[in-house]
């Protein structure tokens, strides 16, 4: 019996190093394509407030922008899946989850597949990401429809429990006080060969064209992200349990944070340094900025910024910088201009957010985050709130 777990544990141990290293390529795809398609999405929308209604141009504008927001959102699953988006914690109620997305639930699984909804009557308090855990939610749903299509029963149930040292062979469980989340269904079922390769991206037993292979990666990583972890538990032709342990939040708590919200844009007249090494994302940005009215600098690099820094003999009011820089990046450019002009205010974009991730995804208080692929008025809007913000001192 011993030898049975060891060797559990060491194939648990495997998987998990495996589904690292495949989380690092995914994120650094995710990051390039963030690159490409923010120019995309950024240029065409430029075209379409250009282009007015009726022009024969304007359609295919807007298909080749319809297609860029559908890219982003794959790049977005992949950075779920490589833990690389900035994410939101704050205290959520796992029930209240759950109940908020059943109307959604039962339009997206359909009337031959019976939804129960078997939650504790327990406050069930998780320190997670809202708006991830309601795309957990949904992504296990639809996996469970796709595995029953003759129909059959969905089972989603709540519970508060305490993992203890040795409980489980996952190697990301640590003991302590948890929200069990439970996605059950009485499909097909799977092979323990199966088992070991669904989290993975890309990889779907579905026929071509019916799925990404995309949505059981994405709750992977965001369960990871928001440090709990995913059993599953299943057999060829007995369905398939999805259990999640999320930490669980024993006194009321709320995190708050210094993202972006698109707001309507306001013009401006500052001068803003523009930071970028992507020509393409720099000439888009200066652009944009250029059009609502700000005097703008650019650099495609730290070193340079710094050139165009001591050069210009005004004011710079904000530092617009990418994270990931070849040389400097955009954190240590941030605090060495912060240090010459304590006034400057400052927005970092990245294609993901790899220095925050660092820090468990969680934005400092005051800092600004701008995710790639923006589109135009979201550049505006975070260049605006970050320069009309109240002082931090």
Same mark, same amino acid.
């Given at each position: 019996?011993?030898?049975?777990?060891?060797?559990?544990?060491?194939?648990?141990?495997?998987?998990?190093?495996?589904?690292?290293?495949?989380?690092?390529?995914?994120?650094?795809?995710?990051?390039?394509?963030?690159?490409?398609?923010?120019?995309?999405?950024?240029?065409?929308?430029?075209?379409?407030?250009?282009?007015?209604?009726?022009?024969?141009?304007?359609?295919?504008?807007?298909?080749?922008?319809?297609?860029?927001?559908?890219?982003?959102?794959?790049?977005?699953?992949?950075?779920?899946?490589?833990?690389?988006?900035?994410?939101?914690?704050?205290?959520?109620?796992?029930?209240?989850?759950?109940?908020?997305?059943?109307?959604?639930?039962?339009r997206l699984i359909g009337a031959d597949i019976e939804l129960i909804s078997n939650l504790t009557p327990h406050p069930c308090l998780a320190l997670a990401d809202p708006a991830q855990l309601h795309q957990v939610?949904?992504?296990?749903?639809?996996?469970?429809?796709?595995?029953?299509?003759?129909?059959?029963?969905?089972?989603i149930a709540t519970a508060n429990v305490e993992v203890k040292e040795g409980a489980t062979a996952n190697p990301a469980a640590v003991p302590g006080h948890y929200v069990q989340l439970i996605v059950s269904d009485?499909?097909?079922?799977?092979?323990?060969?199966?088992?070991?390769?669904?989290?993975?991206?890309?990889?779907?037993?579905?026929?071509?064209?019916?799925?990404?292979?995309?949505?059981?990666?994405?709750?992977?990583?965001?369960?990871?992200?928001?440090?709990?972890?995913?059993e599953v538990k299943s057999e060829p032709g007995r369905g398939a349990a999805f259990c999640i342990f999320l930490p669980r939040v024993l006194e009321g708590a709320s995190l708050d944070d210094g993202n972006v &919200?698109?707001? =309507?844009? *306001?013009?401006?007249?500052?001068?803003? /340094?523009?930071?970028? +090494? $992507?020509?393409?994302?720099?000439?888009?940005?200066?652009?944009?900025?250029?059009?609502?009215?700000?005097?703008?600098?650019?650099?495609?690099?730290?070193?340079?910024?710094?050139?165009?820094?001591?050069?210009?003999?005004?004011?710079?009011?904000?530092?617009?910088?990418?994270?990931?820089?070849?040389?400097?990046?955009?954190?240590?450019?941030?605090?060495?201009?912060?240090?010459?002009?304590?006034?400057?205010?400052?927005?970092?974009?990245?294609?993901?957010?790899?220095?925050?991730?660092?820090?468990?995804?969680?934005?400092?208080?005051?800092?600004?985050?701008?995710?790639?692929?923006? &589109?135009?008025? =979201?550049? *505006?809007?975070?260049?605006?709130?970050? /320069?009309?913000?109240? +002082? $931090?001192?």
């Amino acid at each position: 019996m011993a030898e049975e777990e060891r060797e559990k544990l060491q194939q648990q141990l495997t998987l998990a190093q495996k589904m690292e290293s495949i989380g690092r390529l995914a994120g650094g795809i995710a990051h390039d394509f963030n690159n490409l398609l923010t120019v995309i999405n950024g240029y065409s929308e430029v075209a379409l407030a250009e282009l007015p209604e009726g022009n024969p141009t304007r359609h295919a504008v807007e298909q080749i922008h319809d297609a860029g927001r559908r890219a982003a959102n794959l790049t977005g699953q992949l950075l779920a899946f490589g833990r690389k988006q900035v994410i939101r914690p704050q205290t959520v109620d796992v029930n209240h989850a759950v109940t908020d997305a059943e109307e959604m639930l039962s339009r997206l699984i359909g009337a031959d597949i019976e939804l129960i909804s078997n939650l504790t009557p327990h406050p069930c308090l998780a320190l997670a990401d809202p708006a991830q855990l309601h795309q957990v939610i949904l992504n296990l749903a639809v996996n469970a429809r796709d595995a029953m299509p003759e129909g059959g029963r969905l089972e989603i149930a709540t519970a508060n429990v305490e993992v203890k040292e040795g409980a489980t062979a996952n190697p990301a469980a640590v003991p302590g006080h948890y929200v069990q989340l439970i996605v059950s269904d009485t499909g097909t079922g799977m092979s323990e060969q199966l088992r070991q390769h669904i989290f993975e991206p890309f990889f779907t037993t579905k026929e071509q064209g019916k799925g990404t292979g995309l949505g059981l990666a994405t709750v992977y990583g965001i369960v990871q992200q928001n440090n709990g972890w995913i059993e599953v538990k299943s057999e060829p032709g007995r369905g398939a349990a999805f259990c999640i342990f999320l930490p669980r939040v024993l006194e009321g708590a709320s995190l708050d944070d210094g993202n972006v &919200t698109t707001a =309507e844009p *306001a013009l401006g007249d500052e001068t803003v /340094l523009v930071v970028e +090494d $992507e020509d393409a994302v720099r000439n888009l940005a200066k652009a944009i900025l250029t059009a609502r009215g700000y005097r703008v600098l650019e650099a495609a690099n730290g070193e340079q910024a710094h050139w165009e820094a001591r050069r210009h003999e005004g004011e710079i009011h904000l530092l617009l910088t990418d994270i990931v820089m070849p040389g400097m990046n955009g954190r240590v450019l941030s605090q060495q201009m912060l240090a010459m002009r304590p006034e400057l205010r400052v927005v970092l974009m990245s294609g993901y957010a790899e220095d925050v991730v660092a820090h468990r995804g969680v934005l400092a208080q005051g800092v600004r985050f701008l995710q790639k692929p923006f &589109t135009p008025d =979201e550049l *505006a809007a975070a260049v605006r709130q970050a /320069l009309d913000a109240p +002082d $931090e001192g």
